[in-house]
């Protein structure tokens, strides 16, 4: 599985930004899907994960109630809607895919890794 990922930009706080990863392959709605994001100079942590049916979804804490992961299997793509983000959400954004299906939080569960995109909100 090949994963793109695309739709960051520069926005301001409070802003929104739909994030897109689209995935090549007949297998995509055999894998568990997650966003991931990176800061400067900070590790890489969970933002969001989908199951393989959509029929669970998981967010980090930071994120609930503001940003939204949604897949489309006949498209092959994976959506992150970003609302009322704060200059806190600045980071690369990266989409993976996990082939297990279980343990969606961690990222050594993830067997494919998209080249990510940056997003930044300015105060």
């Known amino acids: 599985v090949q994963l793109q990922a695309c739709g960051g930009g520069l926005v301001q706080t409070g802003d929104s930004l739909r994030l897109t990863c689209s995935a090549s392959?007949?297998?995509?709605?055999?894998?568990?899907m997650g966003w991931f994001r990176q800061a400067p100079g900070k590790e890489r942590d969970f933002v969001a994960a989908v199951t393989r049916g959509t029929t669970s979804t998981y967010y980090a804490d930071s994120v609930k109630g503001r940003f939204t992961i949604s897949r489309d299997n006949a498209k092959n793509t994976v959506y992150l809607q970003m609302n009322t983000l704060r200059p806190e959400d600045t980071a690369v954004y990266y989409c993976?895919?996990?082939?297990?299906?279980?343990?969606?939080?961690?990222?050594?569960?993830?067997?494919?890794w998209g080249q990510g995109t940056l997003v930044t909100v300015s105060s």
């Open positions: 993976a895919a996990n082939g297990g299906g279980m343990h969606l939080t961690l990222m050594s569960t993830y067997n494919y």
């Open positions: 392959g007949r297998t995509f709605s055999r894998y568990a």
